[in-house]
């Protein structure tokens, strides 16, 4: 019978069954040649069966050499087997065939065409072949909704699903797992549920793969009750149905239940290299080195055959438990490297700061394998923390021969390196050769304007920003803020505000916290307050922004009774917060209550005070004329005292006369070498006062000799949308002769209230006159005469001013106050002054 079409078709057919294709080809070579369609169509489906596609279009292309005819039994199989192997052209010609034939009204034929463009992804041809069908079953339909589900064409799968339904076809498990994905990947729980529902009506419940969609879809919900009910409801489980638990609970950083679930599952299945992948990752983030370790040794024990992607997960699972030599390990062991390996052990060496070996494992990199977009974006960072400008330019030329100077996160990265290494022209020379900004490259050159200390630039590019349509975000929002700040631009700060309402992003946390910092420093205390009284959500920083804000406008009571209720809330005060309220009970004189939070500080909250803390108690204790007091606690200190520590003592020496510490501490501050030209200026004011002119142009020598420069005093006010800015002895501005007369009004009124001006604050070796001129064209009186002719009578001013202002500034303000009868709001280096009615809300502690 061995040569019976029957038996042998049979035969062919049987070995297939049973993975045995070789006996299949070995019946049908005792029958070749042969005519008989039947057989080559038996021996055509025994290949696809056992996935040998490649040899079932050779056997198509064997079968019509020989002239024998195929038939509608011979093409399901072949469109299969093109529709596997993604060979499109081949599929095409197999279509024209089936054409040709006069086949394709068939059912089992267009079904498989149908399948097949959609493994293609073409949609549109399998939409066209699905419509032609003059007859189409749950199989067609099925085919086109998994289709579209497996393209990531979720809308148009529900859409076809639901017409489905409407032609009365009842879905079998294979519509509803390719249903299911949909639902999950579009976040439609409504449909998602009905589906649910009719998966329990029909009884398809107990089909694994259903039950598996089930709860992947759950997970994509969030849903994760209804997710482990669905798994621990099921009556059997594969591999799958584990690793989609496993999974989703590290997706949902659960960590520690997805590595509790490893455990159980290892009891009763062989986990896959997924399952593994999945738990290294969880104990990374949990950074268990321990558990990392043993499914490490799981691994090898269980002969499983580490791909690229496992030992690159591994790699990152070492690094983040801080094992850096375990990670190297696998990095040196592994057989074949991609880029993500060298990637994720230069990352692990970025990580570790140990920016050497990132340089060394670069080096080697560049010879064995190409550099990609992602190496050069992580050695831009290097050069970043190292604030390495060779390096980075060095860096620069080789993103430049990659090619990769088109990238817009490359460049971006660029923009950042060269603000960060104080090259803000190299830094807009990138930008502007960019040829596509995105929100983050805006966001970086923002930055970087506000790194430099150049906030006018800052804000054209912000307006740039606007006029090219680009949306700002939450990180914008935080770049825009400190430029307000600085300017003190109450009316654009507000503006500011208003798009944050409009874009969503008063919910935001640090952005509520940017806001009470940019009000309080624009002189609006009282809408610092609103704006935390309306955060639902604070953290430290937070109440450290409001703390602050009342220190600088010396409501030092407030700051305290602030500083109080954060720690009934439960927020814990961090160092920042200890230099916040000490700073404020010292702008308001405050002693007690200072020293106190510097105790609790270290007692309650075990926090080692810095040189900062120490530096705000000398400046309480200095602040109050306790200037003994001050030098002996600087005495105890187990620190070193730098400039910033005898800076306080000495600006208090000087505020209070006490010329013999001042002149002692002026040499401690000299000897410090201190980069600061703040603390040197002030050592030579003390020499200036005491007409040691000598040792002045000593130190001014000095000075100029280690390259430093002295910030010239400037003071600036906002009238009517425009900014009006003021040097010292500034004679080159709009009116300034109706100023200087205004001031020279002034002052014969000052004189009739009994003002004598204190010319120990003019630091010049020059005439009684001469210095009382200086002081006159001081800039924030400049300013305020400019203000008081600008604006309409009784109007509240506001000055700010870049460094302190001086004493006998302090005392006109008053005096200008109670003569013009005006609010007067001055905000120094230091803090904010209102002066009203011949008094500052200071209290003459500033």
Known sequence: LEKSSFFS??????????????????????????????????????????????KVL???GKMRKLDVLPDKCTFPSVINSCAALVDIEMGQVVHENVLKMGLGSDLYIGNALVDMYARFGCMDEALKMFDGMPERDVVSWNSLISGYSANGYWVEALEFYSMSRMEGIMPDSFTVSSVLPACGGLVNVKEGELLHCLVEKIGLHGDVVVSNGLLSMYFKFNRLVEARRIFDEMVIRDTVSWNTLICGYSQMELFKESIELFMLMVNRFKPDLLTITTVLRACGHLRDLEFGKFVHEYMKKGGFQSDVTADNILIDMYAKCDDLLASREVFDRMMCKDSVSWNSMINCYIQHLNYDEVLKLAMIMKVDMKVDSVTCVMLLSVSTQLADKELGKEIHCDI?????????????????MYAKCGLINDSLKVFENMKTHDRVTWNTIVAACVQSGDFTLGLRMINQMRTEGVMPDAATVLGILPMCSFFASKRQGKEIHGCIFRFGFETDVPTGNALIEMYSKCGSLKNSIQVFGRMKVRDVVTWTAMISAYGMYGEGGKALRAFEDMKATGVVPDHVTFVAIIYACSHSGLVEEGLACFDQMQKDYNLKPRIEHYACVVDLLSRSGLITKAEDFINSMPLK??????????????????????????????EQKSNDTGYYVLASNVHAILGKWDKVRMIRKSIRARGLKKDPGCSWIEI?????????????????????????????????????????????????????????????????????????????LQIMKNLRVCGD??????????????????????RFHLFKDGTCSCGDHW
């Open 9 to 54: 078709g049979k035969l062919i057919s049987k070995y297939a069954q049973f993975k045995d294709p070789k006996s299949s080809f070995s019946v049908f070579h005792q029958v070749s040649p042969t005519a008989n369609v039947y057989q080559w169509n038996s021996v055509i489906r025994a290949l696809t069966h056992n996935g040998l596609f490649t």
């Open 58 to 60: 050779g056997f198509y």
């Open 400 to 416: 430049i021969k990659l090619g990769f100077d088109s990238d817009v996160i490359v460049n971006n990265s660029m923009v950042d």
């Open 641 to 670: 005292p730098d400039a910033s520590i005898w800076g306080s003592l000495l600006s208090a020496c000087r505020s209070s006369g006490n010329i013999l510490v001042a002149e002692r501490v002026a040499e401690r501050i000299l």
């Open 720 to 796: 009517k949308r425009r900014l009006y800015v003021f040097g010292t002895g500034d004679k080159f501005f709009e009116q300034f002769e109706e100023v200087n007369k205004l001031l020279g009004i002034i002052s014969g009124l000052m004189a009739k209230e009994g003002y004598v001006a204190d010319l120990r604050y003019v630091l010049h070796d020059v005439e009684e006159d001469e210095k009382r001129d200086m002081l006159c064209g001081h800039s924030e009186r400049l300013a305020i005469a400019f203000g008081l002719l600008n604006t309409e009578p009784g109007t509240p």
């Open 809 to 830: 500034c302090h005392t006109v303000t008053k005096y200008i106050s109670m003569i013009m009868q005006r609010e007067i709001l001055v905000r120094d280096a230091n």
